[in-house]
């Protein structure tokens, strides 16, 4: 029974990866990357040798700047936040349920919205850090002493893998609630920018709500990195939870 489960879910997400949407989410995180290293691009001092790591520090730079900021919760709506809505709607869904079990099918179109969205933000970083690294690292200097800094790599793509996944469950949610696509890709969006003000101009206090803060990490957060990406992870399994409920009713209707 698991195994069939984890079939259902494997073709949504097959699905979701191998769509054009995915792969111009992917493309457009990689430009917006780029365009957060701003100035770096062009370094003054190529003649004499960049900094070890000097690609690396352009990425992580890039994934504070207020451009990827504003990026990422437009970005990981697009490969599949409104895959249900699209099956329910043109009624394609009444064939397939003949075939598939529909708790099944309700836990991968979930699932898979949030994973989606998730990868396409991880792997636009992982694509824009290998083409900094080809561009810039034979042009750095090399230092033995020098840390490679992929752990915090890794700690940093899981977080916006995290965010990713909840914003993208988030637009899903909201899609199949009210029925609307404007919805899946505008409302993670509103939703985003509605705490950063309200977390930066009337909470000051309360950072645990601005979702820039979780990208950014710039106050006290225990666990560091796994604490915000555990926070992330319970706030997905609840928006989870609550669109599969919206999801058996639309189809219960």
Known sequence: MRLIVLQELKVDIRRAIYSLSFLVSVINMMLVIFMGI???LFPNTIAAGLNPYYHSDMVFRAL???IVLMAVPQICTLP????????FTSG???TYLMKCDKQRYINAKVIAAGISGGLAIVIGIM???FL??????????????????YLDLIKKSLVFLCAGCLLSSVGALLANLSMSKYMAYAAPFVIYYMLVILSERYFTDLYVINPQEWLKMQE???????GIMLLM???NVIVMLINSAVIERKLDS
Not at 220 to 226: D, M, N, Q, R, Y
């Open 38 to 40: 701003g100035k770096q």
């Open 64 to 66: 504070s700047s207020d």
């Open 80 to 87: 599949y936040t409104a895959a249900f809505l699209d099956e």
């Open 92 to 94: 394609y869904i009444k």
């Open 127 to 129: 694509g824009a850090y």
């Open 132 to 149: 900094s690294s080809l561009i810039y690292k034979p042009m750095e200097i090399y230092e033995p002493s020098a840390v490679a800094p």
């Open 220 to 226: 006290f957060w225990p666990g560091k990195e796994w």
């Open 233 to 235: 992870f319970l706030l």
